[in-house]
């Protein structure tokens, strides 16, 4: 298990690093993706062997914020492709039957372009009805958990806490799995929060590009 699927799982259960200020070095848990996922007081840097220590102190980089500074994100992309701050929700896995069916006709929307650009294994999911474009991803995302993204058909309002709660159904019991979320989309995280996740880090990638 990636170092950082181990503290997002222990994190699940109520199990945090120490408060400590460390920026603990990880190697990144995908080919040509680096980010920071930062906790209480202490922060995951997953980034390339060519980063130094003294790279990292120079720009700003600690456990209690600096880790997700700009000029640290900014300066470790290099010209590189940066996404934005997010906040990382966990839950576990439902089983059972699943509350959506695959739609392969949905890989070309926006949100399952994106989950291709930064995560694995990438399979869509939604309702029955054709013209329906609610879209959930399912992937193999932040290291290396299982990871959802959701978007509701815009025809539909207040579904999205359903959608969160039917994501898990693609999951096996017990599983951990991740969401990603903007702090601004707060429509967003107030359906997953009233599905039942719980927010326990902050995660921010870039596709690196060092010169």
């Known amino acids: 298990m990636h170092p950082?699927?181990?503290?997002?799982?222990?994190?699940?259960?109520?199990?945090?690093?120490?408060?400590?200020g460390?920026?603990?070095?990880?190697?990144?848990?995908?080919?040509?993706?680096?980010g920071v996922l930062a906790m209480t007081g202490h922060a995951l840097l997953a980034v390339g062997d060519d980063v130094t220590a003294e790279q990292v102190e120079?720009?700003?980089?600690?456990?209690?914020?600096?880790?997700?500074?700009?000029?640290?994100?900014?300066?470790?992309?290099g010209t590189g492709w940066i996404d934005a701050l997010d906040i990382v929700l966990v839950a576990g896995g439902v089983g059972g039957e699943p509350g959506l069916v695959p739609r392969s006709d949905l890989r070309n929307h926006p949100r399952a372009q994106h989950a291709t650009s930064v995560?694995?294994?990438?399979?869509?999911?939604?309702?029955?009805?054709?013209?329906?474009?609610?879209?959930?991803?399912?992937?193999?995302?932040?290291?290396?958990?299982?990871?959802?993204?959701?978007?509701?058909d815009p025809r539909h309002e207040g579904?999205?806490?359903?959608l969160a709660a039917a994501a898990l159904t693609l999951v096996p019991e017990g599983e951990v799995v991740v969401a990603a979320c903007a702090p601004g989309n707060a429509r967003a995280l107030r359906?997953?929060?009233?599905?039942?996740?719980?927010?326990v880090a902050s995660v921010q990638l870039w596709h690196p590009a060092r010169g």
Do not use: C, K, M, Y
């Not at 950082?4 to 945090?16: H, K, M, Q, V, Y």
């Not at 359906?191 to 927010?199: E, I, M, N, Q």
């Open 4 to 20: 950082i699927a181990e503290a997002l799982t222990r994190a699940a259960n109520g199990d945090f690093p120490p408060v400590d």
């Open 22 to 34: 460390v920026v603990e070095r990880v190697a990144p848990w995908r080919d040509g993706v680096e």
């Open 58 to 77: 120079a720009l700003g980089g600690n456990g209690f914020g600096g880790a997700s500074g700009p000029r640290l994100v900014a300066g470790l992309a």
């Open 119 to 152: 995560r694995s294994e990438v399979a869509t999911f939604g309702h029955v009805a054709a013209d329906d474009h609610t879209l959930v991803t399912l992937s193999r995302g932040i290291g290396g958990l299982p990871e959802v993204g959701v978007e509701a």
């Open 159 to 162: 579904v999205g806490a359903d």
């Open 191 to 199: 359906a997953f929060l009233a599905a039942g996740w719980v927010p």
